[in-house]
């Protein structure tokens, strides 16, 4: 069965270092469509990702998907989030945390902390190795023991991108065995 995965991504639409990383990422994954205020595209073989763009959380009447939340989200009314959605975000992002307080989703944090689900564990210019550092479940209910993984860059990348990449493609049930390609 055919299964596509939703992902949101929702925050300052100036910032696009997770966008520039995500796509070709997805691309390389299943293939992907792209929906923002500004732009339509479709990259890879397949469509096996939905990617929306959008500055705000909007109404989600879906069952499962992935939010991604940027640093630069904005505070806003408190939305209704499934409990069929992973919600990915830096440690350090107080504002999504806020709009996270009340929601029955599952939050999984990204940083350099002991704390967070996922951190770095070492980086280089080609690529980084990334910790797993707790149990997580993916869209599909597999769950995924702690482990490490290696990603390789493509390009100039940031912790903060391997990050939201990698959790994205985890939580979407992607095999980090061989590593990831961001």
């Given at each position: 069965?055919?299964?596509?995965?939703?992902?949101?991504?929702c925050g300052d639409p100036a910032d696009?270092?997770?966008?520039?990383?995500?796509?070709?990422?997805?691309a390389r994954c299943g293939g992907v469509?792209?929906?923002?205020?500004?732009?339509?595209?479709?990259?890879?073989?397949?469509?096996?990702?939905?990617?929306?763009?959008?500055?705000?959380?909007?109404?989600?009447?879906?069952?499962?998907?992935?939010?991604?939340?940027?640093?630069?989200?904005?505070?806003?009314?408190?939305?209704?989030?499934?409990?069929?959605?992973?919600?990915?975000?830096?440690?350090?992002?107080?504002?999504?945390?806020?709009?996270?307080?009340?929601?029955?989703?599952?939050?999984?944090?990204?940083?350099?902390?002991?704390?967070?689900?996922?951190?770095?564990?070492?980086?280089?210019?080609?690529?980084?190795?990334?910790?797993?550092?707790?149990?997580?479940?993916?869209?599909?209910?597999?769950?995924?023991?702690?482990?490490?993984?290696?990603?390789?860059?493509?390009?100039?990348?940031?912790?903060?991108?391997?990050?939201?990449?990698?959790?994205?493609?985890?939580?979407?049930?992607?095999?980090?065995?061989?590593?990831?390609?961001?």
């Amino acid at each position: 069965m055919f299964r596509l995965v939703f992902i949101l991504l929702c925050g300052d639409p100036a910032d696009t270092s997770v966008t520039d990383a995500l796509l070709p990422a997805l691309a390389r994954c299943g293939g992907v469509r792209y929906l923002s205020p500004s732009r339509v595209l479709e990259r890879g073989e397949g469509v096996g990702f939905l990617v929306l763009e959008t500055e705000k959380i909007p109404e989600i009447e879906i069952g499962t998907g992935i939010l991604l939340l940027k640093n630069g989200i904005r505070p806003q009314e408190p939305v209704h989030i499934p409990p069929g959605f992973l919600c990915v975000l830096e440690t350090k992002n107080a504002a999504a945390a806020a709009l996270l307080k009340n929601s029955a989703c599952a939050a999984v944090t990204c940083g350099t902390g002991q704390r967070d689900t996922l951190s770095v564990a070492g980086l280089e210019s080609a690529g980084a190795t990334l910790s797993l550092q707790r149990n997580l479940t993916t869209l599909a209910g597999k769950t995924l023991e702690p482990h490490d993984f290696n990603v390789r860059f493509t390009a100039e990348r940031s912790p903060h991108q391997a990050l939201f990449v990698s959790a994205a493609l985890l939580i979407s049930g992607a095999d980090s065995a061989a590593g990831f390609v961001i």
